[in-house]
Every structure is written in C-alpha cells, then in structure tokens.
C-alpha cells in the first residue's frame, strides 16, 4: 500500500512563505503523477498543481506565478513551495500520487494564513 506523508504546514501571516513536503513509501517513479490539492473549511477539495513522471507541471491559475511544484526523486519527496501567501490559501493541503487510474492520498497539513 502505498503512503503519502506530508510535512512543512503552519501558522504564517499573509505574505509570508511555507514549503511543503510530501515524502512517499515508495520509489515517486512508479507515480505517473503526484500532486498537491487543497481543502479549505466548507469547501470542496480543489487543484492545486500537479507534476507528471515525464516533468511536466500544471497549476491552478489561481496558484500560478506564487506556488512551485517541484521533486527530489532521490528522495522519493514532493515538495510545494508556496510565497506570497494569502488568508484564502488557508487549507488542508494534500499530497496525492496516481498510477493510471489508482489514486494515493496523504492525510494532509494544516497551512493557515493570517490577515
């Protein structure tokens, strides 16, 4: 069974920066992907940027330009580093990691940006 641990979340004023981390149990080159989604209080769970096996990313617009994707295959870890941070970044963030159609999740970080 594959796991997803994600570390790096925290309290941060807005502006502020945090860097996320997700380490998995296994080599990240059996994921066809991996990614992070978000899910603030209330709300559905929504994309937040995903990195394909062959390196291509994808961000939500809303994220684009202050979020960066990115991974230490030696390590087996996502990381997510996010700037410029605003209180409706707060959210569980969860790291995820698909093969084809099987879809792995972490049990997510609590970021929470303060005004």
């Known amino acids: 069974q594959v796991q997803l641990l994600e570390s790096g979340g925290g309290f941060v004023q807005a502006g502020g920066s945090l860097k996320l981390s997700c380490v998995a149990s296994?080599?990240?080159?059996?994921?066809?992907?991996m990614g992070w989604h978000r899910q603030a209080p209330g709300k559905e769970r929504e994309f937040v940027a995903t990195?394909?096996?062959?390196?291509?990313?994808r961000y939500s617009k809303n994220m684009e330009g202050r979020f960066i994707i990115s991974r230490d295959n030696a390590k087996n870890t996502l990381h997510l580093q996010m700037s410029n941070l605003k209180p409706e970044d707060t959210a569980v963030y969860y790291c995820?990691?698909?093969?084809?159609?099987?879809?792995?999740w972490g049990q997510g970080t609590q970021v929470t940006v303060s005004s």
């Open positions: 995820s990691a698909n093969q084809l159609s099987t879809y792995y």
């Open positions: 296994e080599t990240i080159f059996n994921f066809n992907g």
């Open positions: 990195i394909s096996l062959g390196g291509n990313i």
